[in-house]
T-cell receptor
Framework: AQSVAQPEDQVNVAEGNPLTVKCTYSVSGNPYLFWYVQYPNRGLQFLLKYITGDNLVKGSYGFEAEFNKSQTSFHLKKPSALVSDSALYFCAVRDPQAGTALIFGKGTTLSVSS | DAGVIQSPRHEVTEMGQEVTLRCKPISGHNSLFWYRQTMMRGLELLIYFNNNVPIDDSGMPEDRFSAKMPNASFSTLKIQPSEPRDSAVYFC??????????????????FGDGTRLSIL
């Protein structure tokens, strides 16, 4: 069965510092991986995806994520955090062979202090 | 461009009442998803439609929940009768699918702003 784990409920980082939000996954085949962000009282917004190809994926708002097949990870990164990046971040996975929709992680709250 | 539109944004009602949540997907999108978000369980997929046809409703918690998509521009999620444990934020999302029976994973899902449902 496919699953996705976000091991940290909260990540705290100072503005200007690099940030990493962790995600690990489990699927039987090659995964499709996604990151979404949710601001208060809003729906989820798509940030980036990995389907195939280059392991480093660049997305919206300066975010990027690195697909690591051997570690079954897809960590979200940004070189320099902004206070406005503070939000709830979701990792999601789909096993294309399973024929199901996305499975979301529990979410990680990112707090960027000024 | 208009995004996914959900109504109402907030709903407060007493247990036992019927609740109907509405969703208008992005024009041209042919896959539609209903999710429920709670603190305890996170984001759960309830059901998704492709070309107005329900493809996977395995996430619908009970027979009290039902969803319809009578046309490409409208969907409803109904709870009858409602219970306090149904209190949650319900999201609708849409995307563009290239397949007949499944959504296309390389197309992102676009979410509405949700309906915050409180059952007293």
């Amino acid at each position: 069965a496919q699953s996705v784990a976000q091991p940290e409920d909260q990540v705290n980082v100072a503005e200007g510092n690099p940030l990493t939000v962790k995600c690990t996954y489990s699927v039987s085949g090659n995964p499709y991986l996604f990151w979404y962000v949710q601001y208060p009282n809003r729906g989820l917004q798509f940030l980036l995806k990995y389907i195939t190809g280059d392991n480093l994926v660049k997305g919206s708002y300066g975010f990027e994520a690195e697909f690591n097949k051997s570690q079954t990870s897809f960590h979200l990164k940004k070189p320099s955090a902004l206070v406005s990046d503070s939000a709830l971040y979701f990792c999601a996975v789909r096993d294309p062979q399973a024929g199901t929709a996305l499975i979301f992680g529990k979410g990680t709250t990112l707090s960027v202090s000024s | 461009d208009a995004g996914v539109i959900q109504s109402p944004r907030h709903e407060v009602t007493e247990m036992g009442q019927e609740v109907t949540l509405r969703c208008k997907p992005i024009s041209g999108h042919n896959s539609l998803f209903w999710y429920r978000q709670t603190m305890m369980r996170g984001l759960e997929l309830l059901i998704y439609f492709n070309n107005n046809v329900p493809i996977d409703d395995s996430g619908m918690p009970e027979d009290r929940f039902s969803a319809k998509m009578p046309n490409a521009s409208f969907s409803t999620l109904k709870i009858q009768p409602s219970e306090p444990r149904d209190s949650a934020v319900y999201f609708c999302a849409s995307s563009l699918s290239q397949g007949a029976a499944s959504w296309s994973p390389n197309q992102p899902q676009h979410f509405g702003d949700g309906t915050r449902l409180s059952i007293l």
